[in-house]
């Protein structure tokens, strides 16, 4: 019964990415077999990054058109501070979900790069120990054939010397000689795997170099896109230019970083797709020309329904071994008494059979298919399962952090000119304004500047002592904006009003004590005073 297609089953993700178009670079729809050596097929792989360039292009124009407007079509004045509010939030939460998407896309990276970092390496694990088991049955085999050739002929040669004189000894002679060729026939028949043009260290030493590379420069990104982010949300929240302008910079190179990793990703995810759909037929194409076909699918099924290319091959080397042995075991009984010079040569005979009997059991169990097989079901599941996943993910990755560099990029812009508009804001303020915060705080470091008032100050000081007396006519039209510099003068405590609500038709006012004192304490020599600044 087969095994092989309950042991290794395609994910449905690679029968997705593999229905993908394939395309050439003369937009003719080519087969989607995996065949790196193929020229369409390296186009249609190339022509799947050439998209995401597209996208990249389309999308920097976006951004280009959207900061021209931005810079070119300016609303009125009136406008904008009627807006302000709603596109301040507006900014406000376009950073907010650019940095959300920013950490997520992190988050997703992280995990991806990690998922295809194990899958590389059950790969090249499994290469390296695949590789292990075919250098152990070239060196058993080699090593065999060697002590045929060389030992055992140099043993047969010397014991025919002594056994000249007995022609039964040395037909034995003969006939152990056939069977030592026998043996060095079928281990020929052998495949000799280090002739064959895939070399597995080798293929595991390049994807283990590559692997390091891509790992280190994906977690440089990932680090890269996090301290962008980060910094971002910094320089909005202190309102700071420099920062903003850095990160603007910084923010474009990474969105075609992101953009690159895309159509990379996006490319390879579908390559390795197309072998993991079929990847049988890819090694058969690979291997025709130095394997027989049967011993590659004897490895690649591996079914119990399969003979064993090997058995018959085997078995001759196990019968030769074996009557070779009895012979030397007849020898040393019959003919050691008669030639004891032969002694030393029986014996360096029986030990070569011997340690060629025990290289036939490691020889059996290293072409066993279910070794080999394991390491192939381990590299598949290595490459597919964690090695594609691990590749969605990170262009997953790759279109969050474009979409939230993207945000941010438009964000970064509208955040710069509420800034401005607030600065503008702030400069059409009079500093001698009693109402403006920063009017007090200099009045409050400069007591000299606090100690002269303004005009309407004196004014309404001087309406303000006239209201005391009965006759108040003279200040009646004195204007409201006068009566309320008075919360500064005096204190401005709420419970009393500190002016006199002259020509209003209101009852008398209420005066607090702390007013009151004021007022009295109004020299004539300030009142002088007053009048010499009124008169300048």
Same mark, same amino acid.
């Given at each position: 019964?087969?095994?092989?297609? +309950?042991?290794?089953?395609?994910?449905?993700?690679?029968?997705?990415?593999?229905?993908?178009?394939?395309?050439?670079?003369?937009?003719?729809?080519?087969?989607?077999?995996?065949?790196?050596?193929?020229?369409?097929?390296?186009?249609?792989?190339?022509?799947? @990054?050439?998209?995401?360039?597209?996208?990249?292009?389309?999308?920097?124009?976006?951004?280009?058109?959207?900061?021209?407007?931005?810079?070119? #079509?300016?609303?009125?004045?009136?406008?904008?501070?009627?807006?302000? &509010?709603?596109?301040?939030?507006?900014?406000?939460?376009?950073?907010?979900?650019?940095?959300?998407?920013?950490?997520?896309?992190?988050?997703?990276?992280?995990?991806?790069?990690?998922?295809?970092?194990?899958?590389?390496?059950? /790969?090249?694990?499994? =290469?390296?120990?695949?590789?292990?088991?075919?250098?152990?049955?070239?060196?058993?085999?080699?090593?065999?054939?060697?002590?045929?050739?060389?030992?055992?002929?140099?043993?047969?040669?010397?014991?025919?010397?002594?056994?000249?004189?007995?022609?039964?000894?040395?037909?034995?002679?003969?006939?152990?000689?056939?069977?030592?060729?026998?043996?060095? =026939?079928?281990?020929?028949?052998?495949?000799?795997?280090?002739?064959?043009?895939?070399?597995?260290?080798?293929?595991?030493?390049?994807?283990?170099?590559?692997?390091?590379?891509?790992?280190?420069?994906?977690?440089?990104?990932?680090?890269?896109?996090? @301290?962008?982010?980060? +910094?971002?949300?910094?320089? *909005?929240?202190?309102?700071?230019?420099?920062? *903003?302008?850095?990160?603007?910079?910084?923010?474009?190179?990474?969105?075609?970083?992101?953009?690159?990793?895309?159509?990379?990703?996006?490319?390879?995810?579908?390559?390795?797709?197309?072998?993991?759909?079929?990847?049988?037929?890819?090694?058969?194409?690979?291997?025709?020309?130095?394997?027989?076909?049967?011993?590659?699918?004897?490895?690649?099924? #591996?079914?119990?329904?399969?003979?064993?290319?090997?058995?018959?091959?085997?078995?001759?080397?196990?019968?030769?071994?074996?009557?070779?042995?009895?012979?030397?075991?007849?020898?040393?009984?019959?003919?050691?008494?008669?030639?004891?010079?032969?002694? &030393?040569?029986?014996?360096?005979?029986?030990?070569? =059979?011997?340690?060629?009997?025990?290289?036939?059991?490691?020889?059996?169990?290293? *072409?066993?298919? &279910?070794?080999?097989?394991?390491?192939?079901?381990?590299?598949?599941?290595?490459?597919?399962?964690?090695? +594609?996943?691990?590749?969605?993910?990170?262009?997953?990755?790759?279109? /969050?952090?474009?979409?939230?560099? #993207?945000?941010?990029?438009?964000?970064?812009?509208?955040?710069?000119?509420?800034?401005?508009?607030?600065?503008?804001?702030?400069?059409?303020?009079?500093?001698?304004?009693?109402?403006?915060?920063?009017?007090? &705080?200099?009045?409050?470091?400069?007591?000299?500047?606090?100690?002269?008032?303004?005009?309407?100050?004196?004014? !309404? !000081?001087?309406?303000?002592?006239?209201?005391?007396?009965?006759?108040?006519?003279?200040?009646?039209?004195?204007?409201?904006?006068?009566?309320?510099?008075?919360? +500064?003068?005096?204190?401005?405590?709420?419970?009393?009003?500190?002016?006199?609500?002259?020509?209003?038709?209101?009852?008398?006012?209420?005066?607090?004590?702390?007013?009151?004192?004021?007022?009295?304490?109004?020299?004539?020599?300030?009142?002088?005073?007053?009048?010499?600044?009124?008169?300048?």
């Amino acid at each position: 019964m087969s095994t092989a297609r +309950v042991d290794y089953i395609a994910p449905w993700w690679t029968y997705w990415l593999h229905n993908f178009p394939h395309i050439n670079l003369r937009l003719k729809p080519v087969d989607g077999s995996f065949n790196p050596q193929e020229e369409n097929y390296q186009q249609s792989l190339i022509f799947l @990054v050439c998209v995401v360039a597209a996208g990249l292009g389309l999308n920097l124009l976006f951004l280009a058109i959207y900061l021209g407007c931005l810079c070119c #079509c300016r609303s009125d004045e009136e406008d904008e501070e009627e807006t302000k &509010r709603p596109r301040s939030c507006c900014v406000t939460w376009t950073a907010v979900i650019a940095g959300l998407l920013c950490c997520a896309a992190v988050g997703v990276g992280f995990y991806g790069n990690s998922e295809m970092n194990d899958g590389v390496y059950q /790969l090249t694990y499994s =290469l390296y120990h695949a590789n292990h088991t075919l250098k152990g049955v070239n060196t058993l085999v080699s090593g065999t054939m060697d002590s045929m050739q060389g030992s055992l002929k140099q043993h047969l040669a010397r014991l025919d010397e002594i056994f000249a004189m007995r022609g039964d000894y040395i037909q034995t002679l003969r006939f152990m000689q056939q069977m030592a060729d026998n043996i060095i =026939l079928q281990l020929t028949g052998l495949p000799d795997w280090g002739q064959t043009k895939v070399d597995l260290a080798k293929i595991a030493d390049q994807t283990n170099y590559v692997e390091y590379y891509r790992w280190l420069t994906y977690l440089l990104l990932l680090i890269l896109d996090l @301290v962008i982010c980060l +910094v971002a949300c910094l320089g *909005l929240a202190k309102q700071s230019r420099w920062l *903003l302008t850095t990160m603007m910079t910084f923010g474009v190179l990474t969105l075609i970083l992101s953009w690159a990793s895309l159509g990379v990703d996006t490319a390879t995810a579908v390559g390795t797709s197309d072998f993991c759909v079929a990847p049988d037929k890819f090694i058969m194409n690979l291997t025709h020309s130095g394997i027989s076909t049967d011993i590659v699918h004897y490895y690649l099924y #591996c079914s119990q329904s399969m003979p064993n290319p090997f058995q018959q091959a085997l078995t001759i080397y196990q019968r030769s071994v074996t009557t070779m042995q009895i012979q030397i075991q007849g020898l040393l009984q019959f003919a050691v008494p008669m030639f004891p010079t032969a002694e &030393r040569d029986l014996l360096g005979i029986q030990k070569l =059979l011997n340690g060629s009997e025990a290289s036939l059991h490691q020889l059996t169990a290293l *072409l066993d298919c &279910r070794s080999l097989h394991k390491d192939y079901l381990d590299a598949l599941i290595g490459v597919c399962y964690d090695g +594609v996943e691990g590749l969605l993910y990170l262009s997953l990755f790759s279109l /969050l952090a474009a979409t939230a560099f #993207c945000a941010m990029l438009c964000a970064i812009p509208r955040a710069w000119r509420h800034f401005d508009n607030r600065d503008r804001d702030y400069d059409d303020i009079d500093e001698e304004d009693p109402f403006n915060p920063q009017a007090r &705080r200099i009045a409050s470091h400069n007591p000299v500047r606090g100690q002269i008032h303004s005009f309407c100050s004196y004014s !309404s !000081s001087m309406g303000s002592q006239s209201s005391l007396q009965p006759p108040a006519q003279a200040v009646s039209n004195a204007p409201v904006s006068e009566y309320m510099n008075q919360s +500064v003068l005096f204190g401005g405590n709420p419970r009393y009003e500190n002016v006199p609500l002259i020509g209003r038709g209101s009852p008398p006012p209420s005066y607090s004590p702390s007013m009151r004192a004021t007022y009295l304490s109004v020299t004539d020599d300030q009142l002088r005073h007053t009048g010499s600044d009124l008169q300048v």
